[in-house]
Structure formats: structure tokens, C-alpha cells
């Protein structure tokens, strides 16, 4: 394991365990092989860390978002609900559920923080952007219907996921309920009558 990634899962583990209000550099260090100063010498600060941090994520879910895709078969339909899924679908251990409790956690920071709000920026417009290009490849298909603006779809879809989060951890709502939501949308909107 390179030092960058045992820095990120330490940081991973100590987010879980103490929340955002109370993480620190030695509590990140407590996770890591890496010393307190080791920290300070790649990272200017629990800031410029987390920032690393919310990358490393954005590029771990985009990735495997990417190869839900590709796994898929090559219909639109198929490519389209297989990244949903994905996105969707619900923390597989109870470490990954206190994680989107942190995430949730970080992201209340990006009014305060504007590293955070650019990164996470970042991270809807690439989500956003895949789901633009897998409505473009349906309505050219057909499979899609011919009216559909993929840009403002994928954007409405994008606000479903976000909200859907926020309502997971904070209200204890099921991924399911959301996927539920969303497929009446993509029914109303997005498929063609025959689906």
C-alpha cells in the first residue's frame, strides 16, 4: 500500500470513528502507519488533507460507477440503470453507512470551506456529466425518448441522488425508496411509452 493510499484509508477509518466535528491530525494518525509530523510533511493541513480525502473518493465512486457501465449490457437501458444501481445502493457494512454519515459531515462544510464546495462541485458536475452522456446515447439510439434534454435530465437526476443521501443519513430513508422515486421519474420522462 502506498503511503497515499494508507493516509486516506486512516482517514477513512478516523472519520467513521470520530465524525468531522472531531477529527484531528493525531486522530488520523492513531489510523495510519504514518506519525502526526509524517502527516504534516504531506499535508499542510487537516484541510488540505480532507480535500485529498474528497478526490480520493469522488475518484474510488466514479470509478465504480465507470465499470458498472462497462459491465452492462451494451443497451441504454441497461448502462443507465446499472450505474444507477450503483450510485443507489446501499452501504454494504456498517463502516460504509458511518462513512456517508462523514461524507454528509463534510459536505455541511463546503459554505465554510471552499476547497470542499470546488471539490464537490467537481464531483456532481463528473456524476451529472455520465449520466448526460448515457441519456444523449438513448435518445440517439431511440431508446430514449426523442423530446428528452439530457442535460437538464441528468441535472434532475443528479438532485435525486443528492437528496437521496441527505435523506438516507438523515432520516434513515432506504436507497431502495429512492431508486423507487427515481424510476417513476425515468418512467414519466426519460423511457418511451413501450417500457
Known amino acids: 500500500m502506498s503511503a497515499d493510499d494508507d493516509i486516506m484509508q486512516a482517514t477513512w477509518r478516523a472519520l467513521c470513528a470520530t465524525g468531522y466535528a472531531d477529527l484531528t491530525m493525531q486522530a ?56 444507477l444501481d450503483t450510485a443507489l445502493s446501499p452501504p454494504e457494512t456498517d463502516e460504509l453507512e458511518d462513512m456517508q454519515t462523514a461524507l454528509l459531515e463534510l459536505k455541511t462544510q463546503a459554505p465554510h470551506q471552499p476547497a470542499f464546495r470546488e471539490r464537490l462541485v467537481t464531483a456532481d458536475e463528473e456524476f451529472r456529466a455520465l449520466i448526460e452522456e448515457l441519456l444523449a446515447a438513448g435518445v440517439e439510439s431511440g431508446a430514449f425518448r426523442a423530446d428528452l434534454d439530457p442535460e437538464q435530465t441528468a441535472r434532475t437526476i443528479a438532485t435525486f441522488f443528492a437528496g437521496g443521501q441527505l435523506r438516507q443519513v438523515a432520516h434513515g430513508e432506504s436507497c431502495t425508496t429512492t431508486r423507487d422515486r427515481l424510476d417513476a421519474y425515468l418512467d414519466r420522462s426519460v423511457y418511451r411509452g413501450e417500457q
Open 28 to 83: 488520523i494518525a492513531d489510523e495510519s502507519e504514518k506519525s502526526k509530523a509524517s502527516l504534516h510533511y504531506h499535508y499542510d493541513s487537516k484541510q488540505d488533507l480532507l480535500v485529498s480525502f474528497l478526490d480520493h473518493v469522488t475518484d474510488r465512486f466514479l470509478t465504480r460507477l465507470r465499470e458498472a457501465e462497462a459491465a452492462a449490457p451494451d443497451t441504454p437501458e441497461a448502462r443507465l440503470s446499472a450505474v
